[in-house]
């Protein structure tokens, strides 16, 4: 099993739908990230998070800490917020690095 | 500048070759880490430098040599690659506070674009 899972793997949605990515983690963690990646590479850091809930715009993101788990909420979304969404986690054991869950491809037709 | 630059974009090489990746960045971040991603997977950590010291080295073949000449630049050195090293070249940057060796994992990451490579 995966110390990060994310789901859906793939969603496919119409422009203005609210937009849920859901974020599990098995492992003790400092923080997680939510990362935005488009085709053709650039990854771009959303959201770090280590409790309760932050906003940006039209983004949102959650943390509950007791369940392990976090959501990227997207409001209005829009062809452009089509991309793959990683959520990565810092663990705390060991050697501190980023564990990266397999990530979750949006499409958002108009 | 809030800005990670790598060069360049795009590379071929042949087996034989010799080539370089150079990532560079002006905003004081004293750690940088090289990932590598494959199509559709999700980015795998290379090495991880913290305060010019290499911290992390996640089992890479001696094929990739790293270095880190000052705070500002990290390069990547490519030699005898095979065409299953084909892939996107990821750099990144975090703060590096606390004079840690291992670089805090609740600091926000800075992404280059990637050099896409391709070995022949």
């Known amino acids: 099993k995966n110390e990060v899972e994310q789901s859906p793997q793939n969603l496919t949605a119409q422009e203005g739908e609210f937009i849920t990515i859901n974020c599990s983690y098995s492992v003790g963690i400092s923080a997680l990230h939510w990362l935005q990646q488009h085709p053709g590479g650039g990854i771009v850091s959303l959201f770090m998070?280590?409790?309760g809930k932050k906003k940006h715009g039209r983004l949102i993101a959650t943390i509950n800490i007791q369940e392990k788990h976090s959501s990227l909420h997207i409001t209005a979304s829009h062809p452009r917020d089509s991309a793959v969404y990683i959520c990565?986690?810092?663990?705390?054991?060991?050697?501190?690095?980023?564990?990266f869950g397999q990530g979750t491809r949006l499409t958002i037709n108009p | 500048d809030t800005e990670v630059t790598q060069t360049p974009k795009h590379l071929v090489m042949g087996m034989t070759n010799k080539k370089s990746l150079k990532c560079e960045q002006h905003m004081g971040h004293r750690a940088m880490y090289w990932y590598k991603q494959k199509a559709k997977k999700p980015p795998e950590l290379m090495f991880v430098y913290s305060y010019e010291k290499l911290s992390i080295n996640e089992s890479v073949p001696s094929r990739f040599s790293p270095e880190c000449p000052n705070s500002s630049l990290l390069n990547l050195h490519l030699h005898a690659l095979q065409p299953e090293d084909s892939a996107l070249y990821l750099c990144a940057s975090s703060q590096g506070t606390g004079f840690s060796f291992f670089p805090a994992t609740n600091e926000k990451l800075f992404f280059g674009s990637g050099t896409q490579l391709s070995v022949l």
């Open positions: 998070l280590s409790s």
């Open positions: 990565a986690v810092g663990i705390i054991q060991g050697a501190q690095k980023l564990v």
